[in-house]
């Protein structure tokens, strides 16, 4: 993707009329009986039991890695020496993800907000990956009395890794426990645009391209990198929901039948909130991109590009001498964080004698905080869609998944919950 400078165009969502439609009758998986028709936006007040908080999972010792990375693979038959290439980055930190720890601040954080409003919603969490597994935060819930729960997912976007699959995680808890008959699960719209999520970026850019003015560095200088966790190419371009009229879907082309462009829903998220922090945190035009990180799989298989180490190889020649990074994609500093971009960007950018700061994430940031449970209270009080903030024209994002959404093209569709099927 080439360099794009503030005030572009936002991509738009379909409209209602172009989204799949939920057919009369057509009940939504394991959802509270206001999610179960099927609307877009819910807006019948629920009295959940409880949150569902739902993370990735990390090792928390040398001797969890490898079970872990198998757990995160499981299903590809990939070998344990294999595991151990990718092992490295977490020796390298005593084998400890920092995202548990981090999960259990923002655990924390939650609950001291919500004290601070008067309100009863106990906060469960669950892992994919590693303990506390979702299994567990479901018993937990069980034995507490919950019967309605509203799950956050760690991820602000939509893609079959970053939404459908914590879905599926869900259902298989449910089944897993055999407590589908006992308790229900929503789950909030995805928050890549909500206030709360971006604006804690949009301070960090502001202060990051004040810190670099001060030095000397003009800002046509400066080149601003909004990097984010790069995907299979065919998983991005099946991101989002499907269109509406089935005649103007080829099957084939998944890219027109979403109407989002190159990349899905998945780049158009990203790009739209991208183009919002730009144009809140500074007061001139500023050269910025969107690059991705992290990418794994065969060499042969494409995903999306450019590679932020490849993007800033490039910046020198076009005069640049000092760049931002901004984990766009990324809740907290967890490994993708801390070994791609503090590690390998900032490696990168040393070696091409650029300047670089990183934005921080927005971890337990109080406007972050406060804005998730912003978004369970729209469930709770069933806020009207016109009412619910978006800082882009693709949202708000939709309550309840749309059939055909963000399917796995390697796997297909697996029973999830929070959508219609499949």
């Not at 949009?202 to 601003?224: F, K």
């Not at 760049?323 to 070696?351: C, K, R, T, Y």
């Not at 882009?392 to 309840?400: A, I, M, Q």
């Amino acid at each position: 993707m080439a360099a794009r400078n503030l005030g572009g165009t936002a991509p738009h969502k379909p409209s209602p009329a172009a989204s799949a439609p939920c057919a009369a009758g057509s009940r939504v998986p394991g959802a509270t009986p206001a999610a179960q028709s099927g609307a877009e936006h819910v807006e019948t007040p629920v009295a959940y039991d409880g949150i569902l908080l739902s993370g990735f999972g990390g090792p928390e010792g040398q001797d969890e890695v490898i079970p872990f990375l198998r757990n995160v693979t499981s299903g590809r038959g990939i070998p344990d020496e294999r595991l151990e290439e990718v092992a490295h980055h977490y020796r390298h930190y005593d084998g400890v993800s920092p995202i548990n720890e981090q999960n259990r601040r923002l655990k924390a954080a939650l609950e001291a907000e919500i004290a601070s409003r008067g309100l009863d919603l106990p906060v469960f969490w669950g892992n994919r990956n590693w303990e506390p597994y979702m299994n567990d935060a479901l018993s937990e819930a069980a034995e507490a009395g919950a019967r309605k729960l509203i799950a956050i997912a760690t991820s602000a976007y939509s893609s079959y890794s970053s939404c459908r699959q914590y879905r599926e995680d869900y259902a298989d808890a449910l089944e897993d426990t055999g407590l589908g008959d006992s308790i229900q699960i929503d789950k909030v719209r995805q928050f890549f645009d909500h206030p709360g999520f971006v604006t804690p970026f949009i301070e960090g850019v502001r202060d990051a391209i004040v810190e670099l003015t001060a030095s000397g560095i003009a800002e046509s200088e400066i080149e601003v990198l909004f990097a984010t966790h790069s995907i299979p190419t065919t998983d991005a371009l099946r991101s989002g929901p499907a269109v509406l009229d089935a005649s103007s879907a080829t099957g084939t082309d998944p890219e027109a039948d979403r109407g989002f462009g190159g990349g899905g829903a998945y780049a158009a998220q990203h790009e739209a909130v991208a183009e919002v922090v730009m144009r809140e945190a500074v007061s001139s035009p500023l050269s910025w991109q969107l690059v991705y990180q992290s990418r794994s799989g065969p060499p042969t298989q494409p995903w999306l590009e450019p590679d932020i180490n490849d993007a800033i190889a490039l910046l020198p020649a076009r005069g640049v001498k000092a760049i931002v990074i901004v984990p766009l994609g990324f809740m907290s500093d967890h490994m993708e964080v801390l070994w791609d971009l503090d590690n390998e960007a900032l490696e990168s950018a040393e070696e091409h004698g650029l300047r670089a700061v990183r934005v921080p994430t927005p971890g337990t940031h109080p406007a972050f905080v406060s804005g998730l449970v912003d978004l369970v209270m729209e469930r709770v009080e069933g806020v009207p869609t016109a009412e619910r903030p978006a800082l882009t024209e693709l949202g708000p994002w939709y309550d309840v998944c749309r059939p055909g959404c963000c399917e796995n093209v390697r796997l297909g569709f697996r029973p999830a919950l929070g959508g219609i099927a499949p």
